[in-house]
């Protein structure tokens, strides 16, 4: 028992500790996890971490995947987090208060349901191959009003495939820019050096959002759709502004 005990006391303290690191940064989330697994293998992978213990890790799950906010062109700001398992019922309701058009621009095609099953699908991610982030109605933080997200590339780990939503009334006011920019940083957090997008030629919001987030892209027509690639390499970045400031002086 004094063995457990002790035990118990150093992962403990770890968890604490690593609560404290993972507060300071997203960036944390990959040491966190490489950390705890670490101290797993070093207590043996045996020992039933008591209550107290559980907590602090929920915490620190908790503290690395936090709800922060982003700017809109008038100031507002809104929330934003990771999407959760529990948010299908919400996807649900925003699907539903999509118009066909968005829908159209989002799907290629008519969905008028999004059902429970699909839902489920798009709120259950790993965080790592398939990650999605979702904004809140700062007036009714239920409520999503935005949602962002990519799916690895199953054949090239480097490669994602990335699509984005935004409810109606809020389209126009920079919140799909913003989603779209914590995505790209959570992406090349996770080794992404690609971004896949499949846009319908009429979706020209799409297009000039991805053309304004400042990295070199790609843009290709492929089945009678626009496919951009965006690179998310801070070379590939260096290489287009070189090239920007080569052609301004030229």
Known sequence: MRSVAIHSGILRGHVEALAGMAAAGRGMRRAVTER???ESVFLGGALRAPPSVAVALFRVRESVG??????LRDGLEVPVREIRPEDAAA??????????????LRFFGPKPELTGERARYF??????DRYALVALDPEDPDEIIGVVRFDRDRED????????????RWQGRGLGSALTRELVGAAQE???????????PGNRPMIRLLR???LP?????????????ISLSQEAKRQKVLRENTNYNA
């Open 36 to 38: 705890l697994l670490a």
């Open 91 to 104: 996807l649900r309701r925003f699907h539903s208060r999509l118009s066909e058009r968005s829908i159209r």
């Open 212 to 214: 304004h987030l400042d």
């Open 123 to 128: 709120a259950e991610v790993d965080g790592e």
């Open 157 to 168: 780990g480097e490669a994602a495939e990335y699509a984005a939503v935004v409810e109606d």
């Open 66 to 71: 936090s709800q922060r906010k982003v700017r």
């Open 217 to 229: 892209e790609k843009m290709y027509r492929e089945d009678g759709v626009e496919r951009v690639e």
């Open 190 to 200: 996770r080794g992404v050096k690609r971004l896949n997008a499949l846009v319908m």
